[in-house]
C-alpha cells in the first residue's frame, strides 16, 4: 500500500504493516442473526416513516390553523 521503496521505512512503520495483517487475517464475519435483525428493524422503520410524516403534516397544518383564526404572525409574515 505504501509507495516508499521497503529501504526508506521505518522499523515502526514495518510494525504497524505486521499489525495490520494481523487484523486483516481475523477480519470478523457478519452473523445472519445480525444481518436478519437489521433489516427487519429497517422494514418496520420505513412501514412507519409515512404514516409518522402524515400525522407531523396534519399536527402542522392544525397548528398554523389555529394559529391563523387566533391572529398569531409567524416568522416571514
Known amino acids: ?4 521503496p521497503p529501504e526508506e521505512r521505518s ?7 505486521e499489525h495490520f495483517d494481523l ?4 477480519a470478523p464475519q457478519g452473523s445472519t442473526e ?11 422503520q420505513r412501514a412507519l416513516r ?12 392544525a397548528f398554523h390553523g389555529v394559529a391563523g383564526l387566533a391572529g398569531v404572525k409567524g416568522r416571514g409574515r
Open 1 to 4: 500500500m505504501n509507495a516508499e
Open 11 to 17: 522499523a515502526a512503520d514495518e510494525r504497524l504493516d
Open 23 to 26: 487484523l486483516r487475517a481475523d
Open 34 to 44: 445480525l444481518t436478519r435483525r437489521v433489516v427487519q428493524r429497517a422494514r418496520w
Open 50 to 61: 409515512a404514516p409518522l410524516r402524515a400525522v407531523a403534516s396534519l399536527l402542522g397544518a
